[in-house]
């Protein structure tokens, strides 16, 4: 992912406004529809997340069973499965969310700070940079939320500790490249504080690549919440996560299909969603 | 060559130290390890004696030089459930791990970079055009999900494939096919992406003027300089190969070191746990490693010494 990401990542001298093209407006579509599900699911459905009803235990989809009050059938406690995807939209959307901008903001400070002011601050910035990239992140997600303890803020500041790296290396990067160009030396010449040439000058002009990682990095965030939630080393139940329903949804899957399929389409979808969203985003640049 | 190697090993060295440090804090990110030593009722008394018993009353850099030393030697412990050397639990079950993996890079390589070298010759055609939407869902694909869909069909419906563990040569169908979906769909594009780059350029207009065919053209041009990209982009999955097979290996019950991980944090058996983190993340160095030797073979320009 990184070396195609690489390729547009460069600061670009400001071109016309183009038209977006056609991925950016399907991805957005796609991204903003399960912030709304996520945001409204109380008004949505009439089932909350963990009400259950065993008598309708394991009820197919509609289309089979004809009870539209269970859209998409129930689960193995007879808990509506269309409603728990909806709730289950909130944990993807905020982790996805909440772990881009912590792991965005802190990536990009010690990159802008490394870049810019160079020095043994540089240095030590790159060497982290360099050595974190050794590291699997999945893996090392995995290791510490094993360790940690689950929770959702622990789950968002895991996600942005190991994805922080891949904003500061493209920060630094253009940081570098941005120092020596004229507007900087102009406000340096004319005696702008290092502070205010940083912040109203050198981040403006670099943040357009850092939101082509953003978006890359969103859908990451997403299938690397996903697969924790699938291993237990997420959201607790009975809080609905897609990752978890699809690892309840198993122990019926030769029974009960509609368990495991409708969360896994879920986070297709959405994980599409993102790719569509920064693949239009680097077609722009 | 000399430099280049020297640079290497000593970010091989401060790689090995933050694993370390990592996983030496791993037992402390959990709050007081002695929890996880002592039965929930055990005497005051006792608490104190377990502590003594492994040095957690010492200072934490006291411990952590302790813990490096024995490292250093192989030693990590004991695994509370298995009451074996962790050390030697993990390196049972690498090879089975290496064998996914490897299975895994195989199915990419052999389907990935024909197929992109195919549609990357015919941009814009049909074939381009659903080759490309296909890899585009793959690389959207949870591959846990993905798993559990492929049990479903072939083993559950089908009958056709083993679901679980590692009895037959069978059995590695599975999780091999559901590990490589994501990098076979990311090569596919990435070596589409080149070869239609590739192709535009003087030197390949000239080697088709001077009468080369295009089965020429494409092998001795277009895949050469695609295949560097794709070596980067291999060596960098790796580690997602590594961490997508804890979730695989879960998924099927293949007995390796992702698996493995997962019963010691299930059992919250931490030197288990520290054992796996400490070995995976020093193969994955080496396997970083050696990706960057592959360069100076693939391509003639990358000199290492020249301040490259």
Same mark, same amino acid.
């Given at each position: ?166 904003? *500061? ?117 | ?40 009722? *055990? ?238 993340? *020093? ?26």
């Amino acid at each position: 992912m990184t070396a195609a990401v690489d390729a547009g990542l460069a600061p670009s001298p400001a071109r016309p406004r183009q038209r977006r093209p056609l991925q950016f407006h399907v991805g957005m579509a796609i991204v903003v529809g399960v912030v709304l599900i996520a945001v409204f699911a109380p008004y949505l459905t009439h089932h909350g997340y963990a009400d259950q009803d065993l008598i309708k235990s394991l009820q197919p989809p509609a289309w089979r069973s004809g009870d539209w009050s269970y859209p998409l059938g129930a689960d193995r406690l007879g808990r509506d499965v269309l409603s728990r995807l909806m709730y289950g939209a909130r944990v993807s959307m905020a982790v996805a969310v909440l772990s881009v901008l912590l792991g965005g903001g802190l990536g990009t400070a010690l990159g802008l700070i490394g870049g810019y002011f160079g020095g043994w601050p540089d240095r030590v910035i790159g060497r982290l940079i360099d050595i974190q990239l050794s590291f699997p992140p999945v893996f090392i997600a995995i290791a510490i939320m094993a360790a940690l303890g689950q929770s959702l803020p622990k789950l968002v500041l895991v996600l942005a500790f190991v994805t922080w790296v891949q904003y *500061a290396r493209i920060a630094r990067a253009n940081a570098l490249s941005v120092r020596e160009r004229e507007f900087v030396q102009a406000a340096r010449a004319l005696g702008a504080a290092e502070v205010r040439i940083v912040l109203r000058h050198v981040l403006p002009s670099i943040l357009p690549p850092l939101l082509v990682v953003g978006a890359v990095n969103m859908s990451n965030v997403i299938l690397a919440e996903a697969a924790l939630s699938y291993l237990g080393l997420g959201v607790q139940p009975p809080t609905p996560a897609w990752g978890s329903m699809v690892s309840e949804g198993r122990s019926v899957q030769s029974i009960a299909w509609w368990n495991t399929v409708f969360p896994g389409t879920a986070i297709a979808l959405l994980v599409i969603g993102a790719n569509l969203l920064s693949d239009g985003l680097q077609r722009e640049r | 060559m000399g430099r280049f190697f020297a640079q290497r090993v000593s970010h091989l060295l401060g790689v090995l130290v933050a694993v370390s440090v990592l996983v030496f804090l791993l037992i402390h990110l959990s709050g007081d390890p002695i929890r996880l030593l002592t039965p929930l009722d *055990a005497k005051p008394e006792d608490i104190e004696r377990v502590r003594r018993l492994y040095g957690l009353d010492r200072s934490i850099p006291a411990q952590y030089w302790d813990f490096l030393r024995r490292a250093v030697r192989g030693d990590l412990g004991e695994s509370f459930r298995f009451q074996q050397p962790a050390m030697t639990l993990v390196l049972q079950r690498l090879p089975a791990t290496a064998l996914l993996a490897l299975a895994a890079v195989g199915v990419t390589i052999t389907v990935g970079i024909p197929l992109g070298v195919w549609i990357g010759s015919r941009a814009g055609s049909v074939a381009d055009w659903i080759v490309s939407l296909v890899t585009f869902v793959f690389v959207s694909l949870p591959s846990f999900w993905l798993g559990v869909l492929l049990i479903l069909l072939f083993a559950d419906r089908l009958r056709l494939l083993p679901s679980s563990g590692f009895e037959s040569s069978w059995h590695i169908v599975l999780p091999a096919l559901t590990l490589s979906v994501y990098t076979t769909g990311l090569i596919t594009r990435l070596v589409r992406a080149d070869v239609h780059a590739v192709l535009k350029q003087d030197f390949v207009r000239t080697a088709r003027a001077k009468g080369l065919n295009e089965r020429a053209v494409l092998g001795r041009h277009a895949l050469r300089n695609a295949m560097i990209s794709t070596v980067t982009v291999l060596g960098l999955q790796l580690g997602n190969l590594l961490g997508g097979s804890v979730v695989v290996e879960a998924v099927f019950a293949w007995p390796g070191v992702g698996w493995l991980m997962l019963q010691g944090i299930q059992t919250r058996d931490l030197p288990l746990v520290r054992a796996v983190v400490l070995v995976v993340g *020093a193969a994955f160095v080496l396997i970083n490693l050696v990706v960057d030797m592959l360069y100076l073979y693939l391509d003639p320009r990358i000199r290492y010494d020249r301040g490259g």
